[in-house]
């Protein structure tokens, strides 16, 4: 399942939105006109009889459709609010590493911020597409270059004892910022929810077949579930922070470093 909505989440939001909007409507009348000839026409009496209760179900099943889709889409949203600004955060922290180790000054730091320059690289050409696969994880060139900058940073904070607290500060949070990342990248729906979903829409879809289905009826099923498959689309865009077009940037990470401390 992961590996699929991987592969959706990849497309472009305007496909997406619209061929999601288009197949779950368009599974939802196929569904109503097969349920309306092999049940509900054939038995039609006896389904009169429970119409109170049928519609009862019916919107029942639609309403914990529309409950289940609220709480993932609100979980979903707010991971990403939370990955973007961790990112800010993170691009602050290299930028504050970045000028500390300029004041410290000496060749230590100069190298510190070579090996600082490097990783901020590694992170934007390589550890950004990484977290945008079906399966996110961090790359092993930026791990390489974590471990440059871990060794380098140590080495200009000893030689400079008045920044070494703050060096090794900004290093540390560092770290945990790009195992953050790594965090948020993981922060998927789980697959129980969408079975869950899933199970709600088919028994509403089947149920729209109680009523006759004409042009006006069909074209109205078509469109009440085409809604819903816009919801469906946009939590499958905005599940991974790190993929499509509604993803999370690397510009502020690119742009942290000061203006003498990036590369040609």
């Not at 998927?188 to 979903?197: C, D, G």
Request: hydrophobic letters at 45%; proline letters at 4%; aromatic letters at 8%.
């Amino acid at each position: 399942m992961e590996v699929f909505l991987g592969y959706l989440g990849a497309l472009p939001d305007s496909t997406l939105l619209m061929c999601g909007a288009l197949i779950t409507g368009s599974i939802a009348l196929a569904l109503a006109l097969l349920s309306r000839f092999l049940i509900f026409r054939r038995s039609s009496d006896k389904w009169t009889d429970h119409a109170k209760l049928a519609e009862l179900v019916h919107g029942s099943l639609l309403a914990f459709t529309v409950f289940t889709l609220a709480l993932v889409l609100t979980d979903v949203r707010s991971n990403l609010g939370k990955t973007l600004d961790a990112t800010l955060r993170e691009a602050s922290i290299l930028h504050r590493l970045d000028f500390e180790l300029q004041l410290a000054g000496g060749s230590q730091s100069e190298l510190a911020r070579q090996s600082l320059r490097h990783y901020v690289e590694a992170v934007t050409h390589t550890d950004w597409p990484s977290l945008s696969e079906p399966v996110p994880k961090l790359s092993p060139e930026a791990d390489t270059a974590v471990r440059s900058l871990q060794a380098d940073v140590r080495a200009a904070a000893k030689a400079n004892p008045d920044s070494s607290s703050a060096l090794n500060a900004y290093l540390s949070q560092a770290e945990d910022l790009r195992y953050a990342r790594l965090e948020s990248a993981t922060k998927s729906v789980p697959n129980v929810f969408w079975w869950i979903i899933f199970a709600f829409l088919v028994g509403a879809m089947v149920l729209n077949g109680r009523h006759p289905i004409d042009f006006t009826s069909g074209t109205l099923i078509f469109l009440h579930m085409a809604g819903i498959g816009l919801v469906l689309s946009l939590i499958v865009i905005m599940d991974q922070p790190f993929r499509g077009e509604t993803s999370v940037s690397s510009d502020p990470i690119s742009r942290a470093l000061l203006p003498d401390g990036l590369s040609e």
